[in-house]
Every structure is written in structure tokens, then in C-alpha cells.
């Protein structure tokens, strides 16, 4: 039964690939990657946002501020700047494993969300 379901999933996925274009994927891997997806933290139209809001006691002045954790816009970067925050993440990004040529796709969809204009 597993096994069948396994045949029935590989062939999906190699016939599915042809009935999606490369914006659809892109947009798909925008929304949903592999893990957390990119829309939650970053935006609908990848343009950044304030992910929470928090409360901190600074250590000097002994007072409570209010703190936000915001994500940058990411609409306008630049291909390198993108794939290094893809490959290396910093702080908050988690880590994605997405292929060369699936960085790739997403970049251009995620510049394409950029309404503004150049
Ligand atoms: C949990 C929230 C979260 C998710 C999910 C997330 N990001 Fe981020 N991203 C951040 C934060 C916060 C930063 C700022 C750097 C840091 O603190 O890690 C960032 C930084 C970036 C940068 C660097 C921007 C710059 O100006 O250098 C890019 C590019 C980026 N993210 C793309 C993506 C993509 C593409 C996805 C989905 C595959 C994604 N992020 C998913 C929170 C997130």
C-alpha cells in the first residue's frame, strides 16, 4: 500500500511539473517552501513587515520598551544579496535548501511583487 502510494506521488510529481509554469512554482515556493514560508514573515508583496511586537526591560535605564521584530522588504534586493541570505542566514531566516534553480525562480517572482515600480 505504501509503495503504491509512493508510485502513485513520483508519478504525480513528474507529470504535475508540466501543468504548472515557472511563475505558479515560484509562487508556490513563495508561499509555501520547503519549511516555513517566505510570505508569513516577509509579506504578500515581499515588501516587509513587523513580524511581532515585544516587550523588553532595557538593562540601563531599568524602564519596559516596546520593541518590534521586523523583516526587511525584499522586493528590490539584489540576486547575490538574496541567494546569500537564502544560503547563509543570519538571525531570525531560517534555512531553506532550495536548489540553484529554485532560488533562482523565486527571486525573479519576488521581485516581480515589487507594485512600485523601479
Ligand atoms: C521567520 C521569519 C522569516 C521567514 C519565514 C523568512 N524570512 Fe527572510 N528574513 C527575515 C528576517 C528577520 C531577516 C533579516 C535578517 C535576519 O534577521 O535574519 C530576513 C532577511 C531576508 C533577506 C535579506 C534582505 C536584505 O536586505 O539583505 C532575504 C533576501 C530574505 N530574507 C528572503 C526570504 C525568502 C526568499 C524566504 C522564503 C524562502 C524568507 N526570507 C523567509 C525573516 C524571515
Same mark, same amino acid.
Given at each position: 500500500?505504501?509503495?503504491?502510494?509512493?508510485?502513485?506521488? %513520483?508519478? !504525480?510529481?513528474?507529470?504535475?511539473?508540466?501543468?504548472? +509554469? $515557472?511563475?505558479?512554482?515560484? =509562487?508556490? *515556493?513563495?508561499?509555501?517552501?520547503?519549511?516555513?514560508?517566505?510570505?508569513?514573515?516577509?509579506?504578500?508583496?515581499?515588501?516587509?513587515? %513587523?513580524? !511581532?511586537?515585544?516587550?523588553?526591560?532595557?538593562?540601563? +535605564? $531599568?524602564?519596559?520598551?516596546? =520593541?518590534? *521584530?521586523?523583516?526587511?522588504?525584499?522586493?528590490?534586493?539584489?540576486?547575490?544579496?538574496?541567494?546569500?541570505?537564502?544560503?547563509?542566514?543570519?538571525?531570525?531566516?531560517?534555512?531553506?535548501?532550495?536548489?540553484?534553480?529554485?532560488?533562482?525562480?523565486?527571486?525573479?517572482?519576488?521581485?516581480?511583487?515589487?507594485?512600485?515600480?523601479?
Amino acid at each position: 500500500m505504501r509503495s503504491l502510494f509512493f508510485i502513485f506521488f %513520483v508519478v !504525480s510529481l513528474s507529470f504535475g511539473a508540466d501543468f504548472i +509554469t $515557472k511563475t505558479e512554482y515560484a =509562487k508556490m *515556493l513563495y508561499i509555501n517552501p520547503r519549511g516555513i514560508g517566505c510570505i508569513s514573515c516577509h509579506g504578500k508583496n515581499a515588501e516587509g513587515k %513587523v513580524i !511581532s511586537k515585544y516587550k523588553e526591560k532595557n538593562r540601563k +535605564t $531599568k524602564q519596559v520598551e516596546q =520593541k518590534e *521584530l521586523i523583516s526587511p522588504r525584499i522586493n528590490n534586493v539584489s540576486f547575490e544579496r538574496f541567494k546569500k541570505a537564502l544560503d547563509e542566514p543570519k538571525n531570525i531566516m531560517p534555512s531553506y535548501f532550495l536548489t540553484d534553480e529554485e532560488t533562482k525562480i523565486l527571486y525573479d517572482y519576488t521581485i516581480s511583487l515589487d507594485k512600485d515600480g523601479k
